[in-house]
């Protein structure tokens, strides 16, 4: 865990609860946590997802790696301590979402176990439900869809450290959810993910 440098600093309580927003909005907050490799989905069926949990009347809120690297985490690179930083920066903030009622969907290559674990440890102290998906693509598969052109330039030696060709990709044990997006369309993923909220009960609390 990352050491707290800050002295005298105290967290401050304020009057309106986890459970008063959760009551407000008519839903339950989570992190629905994608991990997988570059081009094995995550984002699409995230930005799909966020889509169909809208049509419901449903607030969600995506995090998506690109994205993150543009703004908070514009100061990180690749290396190992850099992605490890990334990831639980991106903790921090998909709990501060959850606290707020929010569906979090998060969608990172996440490539450590150590990392995701330090995520979801973070979410457990705090009671906060946190769901790991594996979003599980063959690398030739991803790589043929290769959307960023990004798995030719590692082939060129124009990236280095890339994940699933010159740097490793550890997946999940006994993820929450396991797709499989060369076997599944993308409506198939999406009706998984919806019915799993459904039955997890974060789609119907309160209303």
């Known amino acids: 865990m990352v050491e707290q440098k800050a002295t005298n600093v105290h967290w401050h309580e304020g009057n309106v609860t986890h459970d008063h927003r959760q009551q407000l909005l008519g839903q339950k907050g ?12 995550k984002s699409t069926i995230a930005v799909a997802l ?8 449903k607030l969600a809120y995506r995090l998506d790696g690109d994205n993150i690297r543009m703004g908070i985490n ?14 639980r920066r991106i903790g921090e903030i998909s709990k501060l979402f959850v606290d707020a009622g929010l569906i979090v969907l998060s969608s990172f290559i996440s490539p450590y176990r150590s990392d995701r674990l330090q995520v979801r440890e973070l979410h457990e102290a705090s009671e906060f439900p ?31 450290g890339f994940t699933g060709i010159d740097d490793p990709y550890e997946a999940p044990d006994k993820p929450d959810i396991h797709i499989n997006t060369a076997e599944m369309t993308l409506q198939e993923e999406v009706d998984l993910m919806i019915n799993e909220l459904i039955n997890r009960g974060f789609l119907l609390a309160y209303r």
């Open 74 to 87: 514009k100061n990180l690179g690749f290396s190992a301590e850099d992605r490890t930083e990334n990831i």
């Open 130 to 160: 946190f769901i790991e998906i594996f979003v599980d693509c063959p690398l030739a598969e991803a790589e043929s869809r290769d959307p960023k052109g990004l798995y030719k330039k590692a082939r060129a030696g124009e990236i280095k």
């Open 30 to 41: 989570v992190t629905l946590w994608f991990t997988g490799l570059s081009g094995s989905g």
């Open 50 to 57: 966020e889509k169909a949990l809208m049509e419901r009347g």
